[in-house]
C-alpha cells in the first residue's frame, strides 16, 4: 500500500478535527495550493478559528491571530518602529502580519483604514512601514472571518478588499450526527492536542508550483473568460467581477484539479468553483435586490447563459 503524500495527510488530519466538513476542507487547500487569501463568513461557533489553527499546527509554520476591534490601527496589523535608546537605533517590532498563516478574526468589526492595512500584503505579500518595504514570508496565506447575522458595530469590506480574496466559504452548521461526533471527540481533550505536523513550507511551496503546471486548454480560458465578462454585461448587474476574478477562477481551477489528482483541468472545476471565486465580487442592482434576486440565483442564470465546452474540447 502507498504512503499517503503530505497533501493527504493534511486533508485527513483536518477532516478528523473539522468534522463533517469535507467540501470546506477542500476548498481552504484549494486556496492554500492556489496561493490565494479566504474569507469565511458564517454564525461563531462553527469551527471557523479551530480550522485555521489545525492547519497551522499540520503545516508546523507561523500562525498568528489578529482580533479584529474598533480601535485596532494598521501599525497593529503591520508593525512599527521604535527608538532604542541603548543604541540609538530605530528597531522594527513586527507585526502579526508576518506569519505564514494569519487569522483575520471578525475583520468588519475594525475601521476601513485598518482593514487597508492588508491591502499591500494579501497583493504583493510584502508590507511598507515608514517607508521601508519589507517582504512576507511565503507561502502566505490571509484568512479572514466574518459574521453574516450581527451587523451592529461593523464596517462593510469595501469592494477593493473583497476582490483580494480568491474565495469565500461559509461553514454551515454539523447534521445531528456529526454534532455527535464533535461532542464525543472533545469529553477528554480538544482535537488539537492531538495534532503533530505533516508538511513543511517546502512541500507547499512544491505544490504551489504543481498546480501552476496544470492543463488548462484554451477552450476553457476562453469559457472562464465568457463567464467573466458575462457578469459586467448582465442587466441586473451593478458591478461585475474584474480581471483579477479571472485569474482567481483560473488559479483556483487549477489547484482543485492538482488537489483531485489530475493534471488537466475539466469544465466541472470552473463551474464548481465559480461560487466561491465570484459571488463576493458581484452586486446585485438595489431595484433587483428588493424584487428579491440574489446574488447567488444570478450567478446560477449567469452559468446556465454561457455554453460549456466539449469535453474532447477541453482535454
Known sequence: ????????????????????????IELVMTGLLADGHLLIEDVPGVGKTLLAKSLAVLLNCRFKRIQ??????????????VYNRKTGEFVLRQGPVMSNILL??????????????????????????????????????????????????????????????LLKISMGYPSVE???????????QSPLAGLQPVCSMEDILEYQNGCRQVRLHPSLVHYIVELISATRSHPAVALGASPRA?????????????????????????KYLAGPVLLH???????????GLTSEALLQEIIRSVKVPE???AL
Open 1 to 24: 500500500m502507498l504512503e499517503p503524500t503530505p497533501l493527504q495527510k493534511i486533508i485527513t488530519s483536518l477532516n478528523q478535527v473539522v468534522i463533517g466538513k469535507a467540501q470546506v
Open 68 to 81: 479584529f476591534t474598533p480601535d485596532l490601527t494598521p501599525t497593529d496589523v503591520t508593525g512599527f518602529y
Open 104 to 165: 483575520a478574526d471578525e475583520i468588519n468589526r475594525t475601521v476601513p483604514r485598518t482593514q487597508s492595512s492588508l491591502l499591500e500584503a494579501m497583493e504583493e505579500r510584502q508590507v511598507t512601514i515608514d517607508g521601508n518595504t519589507m517582504p512576507l514570508p511565503r507561502p502566505f496565506l490571509v484568512m479572514a472571518t466574518q459574521n453574516p447575522i450581527e451587523h451592529e458595530g461593523t464596517f462593510l469590506l469595501p469592494e477593493a478588499q473583497l476582490d483580494r480574496f
Open 178 to 188: 456529526e454534532e455527535e461526533q464533535i461532542l464525543k471527540a472533545q469529553i477528554q
Open 246 to 270: 479571472s485569474l482567481a477562477l483560473q488559479r483556483a481551477s487549477q489547484a482543485l484539479a492538482f488537489l483531485r489528482d489530475r493534471d488537466y483541468v475539466i469544465p466541472d472545476d470552473i
Open 281 to 291: 465580487r458581484l452586486i446585485v442592482k438595489r431595484e433587483e435586490r428588493l424584487h
Open 311 to 313: 469535453s474532447d474540447e
